[in-house]
């Protein structure tokens, strides 16, 4: 097959992290004799630097050309007190409206190895696996009117939140196809006890679901399934929410998975002509310009985002599946980055991708 990949490395440990997730591609290209073509683009502070704008033309050119777009993570201190137009998470939002991703794909998986990094007890983290899919393009986040004014003396901010019934069901049937090839269930997360904007999300899911006599579905209001998350994180398959709601509990699942280090995410969009999904894919934690450039960052949410560009973009559940379980050998061979607690000296950034590539074989 054919991947042609945009890789977009981002600001602090992104560069890093998105290195070595380049790497284990390569090699999985290579291994399974896919022809890989691997452009490079600005995105973040650093394309603000070199060009003054969060998200240049060309990267937006340069996404649209490519079946799929790897990115490491935007953010730097110095961006904290600019307008919002000039900040590196104004490109993040910018690249998601331009390729169109409408679904956030997050799985949280509590690997036997990590037990212990989880502040919750093992008992209760244990057999954890599921997918929190979250709304992308809608929501407060996109909504008008919006922005802070100043009027009298007043000053006063607003935010919308907007969905319509199209949004609503093209993200839920998302959701129930996911349901359809796991165990079968999906749980709708709103508020629609005082939201009016929940209650239709909450109606047009309803209707979804009978579309899919198959799959289970139940609904919980968003603060009982962020406490559910911590009592109780197995009963979960599909957690289906909106943006502002997904926004918020799948960094949650990262005390789940022992560090937001080892979060992957895909991004999901409509079909391309070349017949590969749209797809955005990402490892969930920050730019940490605290570490960058140490070599001790965690690549594992990057590489896994990897092995779900494969799956869900090119349908290459082999390949995905071997880059899975090689992240997982290694977990348990314990050649792992200090934020994991290895028993001995940790792993560089480096060496773990390299651990990674020599798993898969």
Known sequence: ????????????????????????????????????????????GIAIHKTGNPLPEETVRLAGDADATLMGAVGLAEFDNAPPEKRPEKGLLGIRKVLGVYANLRPVRAYGALLDSSPLKNERVAG????????????IYYGTPRGITESGGETRAVNTMVYTRAEIERVGRMAFHLAGGRRKKV??????????????WRRVVTEIGREFPDVALDHILVDNCAMQLVLNPTRF????????????????????AGSIGMLPSASIGERKASGAW?????????????IAGQNKANPL????????????????????????????AVLESGRVTADLKPTGTPATTEQVGEAVCAAIG
Not at 128 to 139: Q, S
Not at 237 to 256: K, Y
């Open 1 to 44: 097959m054919n991947l042609n990949i945009l890789v977009l490395p981002g600001d602090g440990i992104g560069t890093e992290v998105t290195r070595e997730a380049v790497r284990v591609l390569r090699h999985a290209a290579r291994k399974w004799n896919h022809n890989l073509k691997i452009t490079e683009g600005l995105l973040g």
């Open 128 to 139: 954890t696996d599921m997918i929190i899919v979250r709304e992308l393009t809608g929501g």
């Open 187 to 200: 749980t709708s997360v709103d508020k629609s006890n005082v939201l009016e904007n929940s209650q239709l």
């Open 237 to 256: 398959d599909v957690v289906l929410t909106e943006n502002m709601f997904g926004d918020i509990l799948s960094d949650e699942g990262a005390v789940l």
């Open 278 to 290: 749209v797809g955005l894919y990402e490892p969930v934690h920050g730019s940490a310009p605290d």
């Open 301 to 328: 949410g990057a590489i896994g985002s990897v092995a779900a560009m494969l799956e869900y973009s090119f349908g290459l559940k082999k390949e995905a599946a071997a880059v899975n379980g090689a992240v997982e």
